[in-house]
């Protein structure tokens, strides 16, 4: 593959390149709202149980272990799901379950219990202490959580394309099929692209958003 044919490959697609990238963006979107909204509760729960949270999380880790592509055939044969989005959005939501509930039960667990029995002498609810206290000092490991499940979901919706779904993961599937080096190159290029952007932005807004005292603390213990 030349450079030319390469660039030749993109100004003549480029209105199926744009289609396809919005697709994949939207898709990768929705997955992660979704699996927020469900997820973070659920780790959240998790907390106050150790020993429900041993078995959720025994489930999402053999979830987590299940070949995308083999996930994505057991949906497709569930009747209400079939080929293309709803399939493709459980999927993603599912895998995304393991890293967004580990991350917010370890990071809400990594508190210190001093902390967290000095806010009750104080006369804290549980609730106060919950998101006054647990949710800020477990932040850091909550959002990294939640940056691994961006890029994570980013890759596995390009297996989608085996369902119908029309995105990036399309040129790559197309271009081994037809062994089209440009039309492959382009798909994992720009979905390298939109995972490192995103990965990017989001460690952008994780320095924004830990608290100022767990930095602090953080830089001086050379972390």
Known sequence: M????FLDFIMKN??????YTGNHFTL?????????????????????????????????NTIFCIPSLSMFAILVSIPFFGLGRKSALLALVLYAMMPLIRSVYDGVKSVDRNVIEAARGMGMSQRRIMWEILVPLGWPIIFAGFRITVVMTTGIAAIATYIGERNLGRFISEGLVRSNTPMMVTGAIIISGIAIALDTILGGLEQWTVPKGLRHSRSRGGV
């Not at 030349?2 to 044919?5: G, I, Q």
């Not at 959240?44 to 041993?54: E, G």
């Open 2 to 5: 030349t450079l030319k044919n």
């Open 14 to 19: 480029k209105d199926t390149i744009l289609e």
């Open 28 to 60: 990768v979107l929705s997955a992660v709202l979704i699996s927020l909204v469900i997820w973070v509760p659920v780790g959240l729960l998790l907390t106050k149980s150790d020993r429900c949270a041993a078995r959720i999380l025994g489930l999402a």
